[in-house]
């Protein structure tokens, strides 16, 4: 079955940068579009971009262009998300998800906790 | 960007009960939208894809209308599981709404 399954929780100081992890199994890995969503404690949904894991072209929202970056590898089928500049504000679930037309796969979400 | 603005922010009813949340675009998404119920510490689950559609398990009593910059989800019965947070998201540039909370009154 589709799995998604992203790396550990992390803590990291103001200023630092974080990257997650997301490796997929159970479909082609290059097939699909592998989106990212965040959620701070008690706010909204956040979608953070997209990679097409085929070509390898991105798309970020607004909100975060410029501090966020989406990649892949394709041998070892995992997509990756790292944030720059690291504030307080950014400790939330991230999530990895595989969208598709009518379906959506979501990863267990990695908790990372910006505190000084 | 496209901003997408959820209301009511609250919705308090009785289970057995009829829930009707909006969802608002802040321009034309044709029928690229989507509908999410999210129960605390897990990942939003998918209800409603393409306006109308439902996704793959969902219970006849969950239900999607609209098109253009303005949709709706309607609960036709509420069942106790159902208390919980729902989210639209546009599939154009991805934007989640803010959210309605639907409590139990």
């Known amino acids: 079955q589709v799995q998604l399954v992203q790396s550990g929780a992390e803590v990291k100081k103001p200023g630092a940068s974080v990257k997650v992890s997301c490796k997929s199994s159970g479909y082609t890995f290059t097939s699909y579009a592998m989106h990212w969503v965040r959620q701070a404690p008690g706010q909204r949904l956040e979608w953070m971009g997209w990679?097409?894991?085929?070509?390898?072209?991105?798309k970020y929202s607004q909100e975060f262009q410029g501090r966020v970056t989406i990649t892949r590898d394709t041998s070892a089928s995992t997509a990756y998300m790292e944030l720059t500049s690291l504030r307080s504000e950014d400790t939330a679930v991230y999530y990895c998800?595989?969208?598709?037309?009518?379906?959506?796969?979501w990863g267990q979400g990695t908790l990372v906790t910006v505190s000084s | 960007e496209i901003v997408l603005t959820q209301s009511p922010a609250t919705l308090s009813l009785s289970p057995g009960e009829r829930a009707t949340l909006s969802c608002r675009a802040s321009q034309s998404v044709s029928s690229y939208l989507a509908w999410y119920q999210q129960k605390p510490g897990q990942a939003p689950r998918l209800l409603i894809y393409d306006a109308s559609n439902r996704a793959t398990g969902i219970p006849a009593r969950f239900s999607g209308s609209g098109s253009g910059t303005d949709f709706t989800l309607t609960i036709s019965s509420l069942e106790p599981e159902d208390f919980a947070v729902y989210y639209c998201?546009?599939?154009?540039?991805?934007?989640f709404g803010q959210g309605t909370k639907l409590e139990i009154k």
């Open positions: 998800a595989r969208y598709s037309s009518h379906t959506i796969v």
């Open positions: 998201q546009q599939r154009s540039s991805y934007t």
């Open positions: 990679i097409n894991a085929g070509n390898g072209n991105t």
